[in-house]
Nanobody, 131 residues
Framework: QVQLVESGGGLVQAGGSLRLSCAAS????????VGWFRQVPGKEREFVAA?????????????AYADSVKGRFTISRDNAKNTVYLQMNSLKPEDTAVYYC???????????????????WGQGTQVTVSS
């Protein structure tokens, strides 16, 4: 089972940028779709972005984004480094949250953004955007 470790969070002013990293163990990382999610205390964990495993797409696109981050966040992966990145630009105070990466529970993942479809959660990394 893959193990994930997030890093790169911190404190940034509104309009600034951060790049989060999700480092994975194991030699089959390229076989996994990887998702980023975030959670604010007292609220449910929500989908942010995902990048498909080799050959997997969402209607022809290798990456998917929540509407709230489209055009500002970019997800990418380096399979040689077993790492997925989340480049976050034009950050807003409402982006403040703990950010987690995860992989689908099922080998037959069909593209859902449902939190319950994902597992192997990392410990999370805090992102704080000041106004």
């Amino acid at each position: 089972q893959v193990q994930l470790v997030e890093s790169g969070g911190g404190l940034v002013q509104a309009g600034g940028s951060l790049r989060l990293s999700c480092a994975a163990s194991g030699r089959t990382f390229s076989r996994y779709t990887v998702g980023w999610f975030r959670q604010v205390p007292g609220k449910e964990r929500e989908f942010v972005a995902a990048i498909g495993r080799s050959g997997f797409t969402w209607s022809g696109r290798n990456a998917a984004y929540a509407d709230s981050v489209k055009g500002r966040f970019t997800i990418s992966r380096d399979n040689a480094k077993n790492t997925v990145y989340l480049q976050m630009n034009s950050l807003k105070p409402e982006d403040t949250a703990v950010y987690y990466c995860a992989v689908p529970n099922s080998l037959y993942y069909t593209g859902s953004y449902d939190v319950d479809e994902f597992g192997s959660w990392g410990q999370g990394t805090q992102v704080t955007v000041s106004s």
